[in-house]
């Protein structure tokens, strides 16, 4: 059970995703007025993974790094797996001149030449380990 600190009278504890051994929680309280009620849960419960978005969004502005798209993403995670332009086409049913272009635009927005790099910059970013 976790206890409000300071004055508060009312609290509720929302945690937050984030790498094994570490803890990201978000507090909420009330000094006067009434308690946290189910509805104010589930709101949470609801709101949370935006929440968390927003979280990300801003520490990767602070960080500078660029904003990919959902396909992009896929395939500098694939790229940053190995795979050949060819063999991520493969995957995900494009064209490998698809996939080259995708290249092009991360390379682009992130300023940097290489897959490695590119990969270094945006996937620690990532809210999920697995963005397919």
Same mark, same amino acid.
């Given at each position: 059970m976790f206890n409000c600190e300071g004055d508060a009278r009312h609290c509720m504890l929302i945690s *937050?995703?984030?790498?094994? &051994? /570490?803890?990201r929680r978000l507090l909420l309280w009330r000094n006067? &007025?009434?308690d946290?009620? +189910?509805?104010?849960?589930?709101? *949470?419960?609801?709101l949370r993974p935006h929440v968390y978005e927003v979280y990300? !969004?801003?520490q990767r502005r602070l960080n500078k790094v660029p904003k990919l798209s959902k396909r992009e993403l896929e395939v500098l995670q694939l790229a940053a797996q190995g795979r050949s332009n060819a063999e991520? #086409?493969?995957e995900l049913f494009v064209a490998v001149s698809? @996939?080259?272009?995708? *290249? +092009?635009?991360?390379? !682009?927005?992130? &300023? @940097?030449?290489? /897959?490695? #790099? #590119?990969? #270094?910059?945006?996937?620690?970013?990532?809210?999920?380990? !697995?963005? /397919?």
């Open positions: *937050m995703p984030t790498a094994p &051994g /570490r803890t006067n &007025g009434r946290f009620n +189910e509805r104010d849960r589930l709101l *949470m419960r609801v990300l !969004d801003s991520i #086409a493969h698809t @996939v080259r272009k995708h *290249m +092009e635009n991360i390379f !682009d927005r992130t &300023g @940097v030449r290489s /897959r490695a #790099a #590119a990969a #270094a910059l945006v996937l620690p970013h990532l809210s999920v380990p !697995d963005v /397919r």
